[in-house]
């Protein structure tokens, strides 16, 4: 018996390589995004205005650690150094990545 749900008529396997495939580029980005919403320790990335000038081609490009201190949807988050005392701008998740002790 074949089934004729809405599903299995609109069922495109090209569209549907294509869905798949762009998830799976995607699959890093989910995963690291949702390490960072747990609140665990992340690095910030060094932008070109808080790059220290002196510190030349040689300088750091991630600067931590620091801890999640509030999740400001969506994928905005507010940072606290280790002593507690908080960054004062938001920063993108784009823009932070887990640390690992």
Same mark, same amino acid.
Request: with cysteine.
């Given at each position: *018996?074949?089934?004729?749900?809405?599903?299995? /008529?609109?069922?495109?396997?090209?569209?549907?390589?294509?869905?798949?495939?762009?998830? *799976?580029?995607?699959?890093?980005?989910?995963?690291?995004?949702?390490?960072?919403?747990? %609140?665990?320790?992340?690095?910030?990335?060094?932008?070109?205005?808080?790059?220290?000038?002196?510190?030349?081609?040689? %300088?750091?490009?991630?600067?931590?650690?620091?801890?999640?201190? /509030?999740?400001?949807?969506?994928?905005?988050?507010?940072?606290?150094? *280790?002593? /507690?005392?908080?960054?004062?701008?938001?920063?993108?998740?784009?823009?932070?990545? /887990?640390?690992?002790?």
């Amino acid at each position: *018996m074949k089934l004729n749900s809405f599903r299995v /008529k609109t069922f495109n396997k090209e569209s549907n390589e294509k869905a798949m495939a762009e998830n *799976m580029d995607l699959f890093e980005e989910r995963r690291n995004i949702a390490q960072i919403r747990t %609140g665990e320790s992340v690095l910030r990335k060094v932008l070109p205005n808080t790059r220290d000038p002196r510190a030349g081609v040689l %300088g750091a490009n991630w600067e931590g650690p620091y801890r999640i201190a /509030k999740v400001i949807p969506p994928r905005t988050y507010k940072l606290a150094r *280790m002593d /507690k005392t908080v960054v004062p701008r938001a920063w993108n998740a784009g823009h932070l990545r /887990k640390y690992h002790c």
